[in-house]
């Protein structure tokens, strides 16, 4: 019992001493606030007394708080400047990867436009498509294309890029098809050499540099000569720019192709139909007449009907 009033004194005496305390800080205040508000020489010589006194508590309570708030502001920066170059470095792989997009798209521009280097005549069109694989054997040369059937491409059509010939078509699927390169072992492109006019078989040998096949002669062929397609057969129009004469030597004549295959992306295959197409002989090859006998020959006046045959005598 005596302990429980005890605590009760305890509790008590702490209520008045924290009472005591609020109405002491409030008076405090109020003492304050008069004596700052007050105008009068002796308050005010007590207030510059006062903040002497105080000045020197003020700055050394002052600079440890000043360099907490300084510290703590320079961690707020530094967590803003690793989280701006967080966000810097993902705008960087951003934009490289826009670069590269860039200048992939800048080359796929360049070289579409590098196709209209080569001069078409106006009757023959094309379609253009993009080389999406290569044959990848020493053995076989040909390239795949994203074109085919649906697009228009036939079967044997020229295929051009912007310097030049570049192969034939020798397989046509619904939206694919695939080249054969000059310089595979199996391509054979009537041409002629410029200016000579000799006229030859361009035999791709699985090199850089086919040969010229069926020279009739070496006379007038040096290095440097064009070499032109001659249109014979129809395939492929006349004049296009097949390359120049390499080499000339012992064993014939070697052409250096004008097609860039070490960076072939784009070609353009032409639709390209001869502009005399002949279908019958009936033009060409005059109609048989049977030989006519003495007596005909004499009596038959001009324009008299011709004598019935064999069989229609007999049955007359």
């Known amino acids: 019992m005596a302990a429980r009033e005890r605590e009760d004194i305890g509790a008590e005496f702490g209520r008045l001493l924290r009472r005591g305390l609020i109405v002491a800080l409030v008076l405090l205040a109020l003492a304050l606030l008069v004596l700052w508000r007050a105008d009068s020489p002796r308050l005010e010589r007590l207030r510059m007394s006062l903040a002497d006194w105080a000045t020197p508590s003020v700055e050394m309570t002052a600079d440890p708080i000043g360099a907490l708030s300084d510290m703590a502001a320079d961690f707020r920066d530094f967590t803003r400047v690793h989280e701006r170059n967080r966000e810097l470095r993902a705008e960087i792989?951003?934009?490289?990867?826009?670069?590269?997009?860039?200048?992939?798209?800048?080359?796929?521009?360049?070289?579409?436009?590098?196709?209209?280097?080569?001069?078409?005549?106006?009757?023959?069109?094309?379609?253009?498509?993009?080389?999406?694989?290569?044959?990848?054997?020493?053995?076989?040369?040909?390239?795949?294309?994203?074109?085919?059937?649906?697009?228009?491409?036939?079967?044997?059509?020229a295929a051009v890029d912007g310097e030049g010939l570049v192969g034939r078509v020798v397989g046509v699927g619904r939206r694919a098809s695939r080249v054969l390169l000059l310089t595979d072992f199996n391509s054979r492109v009537p041409v002629k050499v410029l200016p000579s006019g000799r006229r030859a078989i361009l035999s791709g040998e699985?090199?850089?540099?086919?040969?010229?096949?069926?020279?009739?002669?070496?006379?007038?062929?040096?290095?440097?000569?064009?070499?032109?397609?001659?249109?014979?057969?129809?395939?492929?129009?006349?004049?296009?720019p097949v390359g120049r004469v390499a080499v000339v030597g012992e064993y014939g004549a070697r052409v250096q192709v004008a097609a860039d295959y070490e960076r072939l992306e784009f070609v353009r295959i032409l639709l390209y139909r001869p502009s005399t197409r002949i279908d019958t002989p009936g033009g060409l090859i005059a109609p048989r007449e049977s030989p006519a006998e003495p007596g005909d020959a004499e009596g038959a006046a001009p324009g008299a009907p011709d004598a019935p045959l064999l069989g229609q005598a007999g049955a007359d």
């Open 93 to 157: 792989q951003r934009l490289r990867a826009w670069r590269e997009t860039a200048q992939q798209l800048e080359q796929e521009n360049a070289q579409l436009r590098a196709l209209n280097n080569l001069r078409l005549g106006s009757r023959t069109g094309f379609v253009a498509g993009e080389v999406i694989a290569d044959s990848g054997s020493p053995f076989a040369q040909s390239a795949l294309l994203n074109i085919g059937a649906d697009d228009g491409v036939i079967d044997g059509a």
């Open 206 to 240: 699985n090199s850089d540099s086919p040969r010229l096949s069926f020279l009739d002669a070496l006379a007038g062929v040096a290095p440097g000569d064009q070499v032109v397609t001659t249109g014979d057969g129809g395939v492929f129009p006349p004049d296009l």
